[in-house]
């Protein structure tokens, strides 16, 4: 027993080591997080505008990759908080006699068939009624980490 008690001892203290060698080493203020500042200084936010013009003056962004949601090309200001009961998107965007047709300049983007439970009848699936879960609003900002994401050949 007293063996087993002076083993378990020895073996903490050793255990132990390591861990009071990792607190000597400590890390500057500077190396954390993406900022080039100390963590303890309060920065505004940047102010960020989010699409340029009215619905259906701006210039589509690329998609991300093959299955990414488009972006919202206009600004969303006026339009929020979107409900279940006050969705100012589908007034514009819920047109399905015009999936599959090509889109002329200043016409709303319909929504995808897969948005509603019906597309002939132009019944739209409430499970997606929240656009803004998907779709965000665009703006021109500085990548804080650059991305090397490649698109597959």
């Known amino acids: 027993m007293r063996k087993t008690l002076l083993l378990s001892a020895v073996l903490a203290s050793l255990l132990s080591l390591p861990a009071i060698a990792v607190q000597d080493q400590a890390i500057s203020e500077d190396s954390l997080g993406l900022y080039n500042s100390s963590v303890y200084e309060v920065l505004d936010p940047a ?12 210039k589509r962004s690329v998609r991300s990759y093959n299955s990414a949601p488009p972006m919202i090309t206009h600004s969303t200001q006026d339009m929020l908080p ?31 068939v897969s948005h509603y439970v019906d597309a002939k009848k132009g019944e739209l699936y409430m499970g ?26």
């Open 82 to 112: 979107i409900t279940r009961d006050s969705n100012l998107c589908k007034d514009c965007h819920v047109q399905p006699d015009l999936i599959g047709q090509k889109i002329v300049k200043g016409t709303p983007i319909p929504a995808p």
């Open 47 to 58: 102010v960020t505008n989010y699409g340029g013009g009215d619905p259906g003056t701006n």
């Open 128 to 153: 997606r009624w929240n656009c803004t879960q998907c779709h965000r609003p665009q703006a021109k900002v500085n990548v804080l980490v650059k991305s090397t994401f490649r698109k597959a050949k």
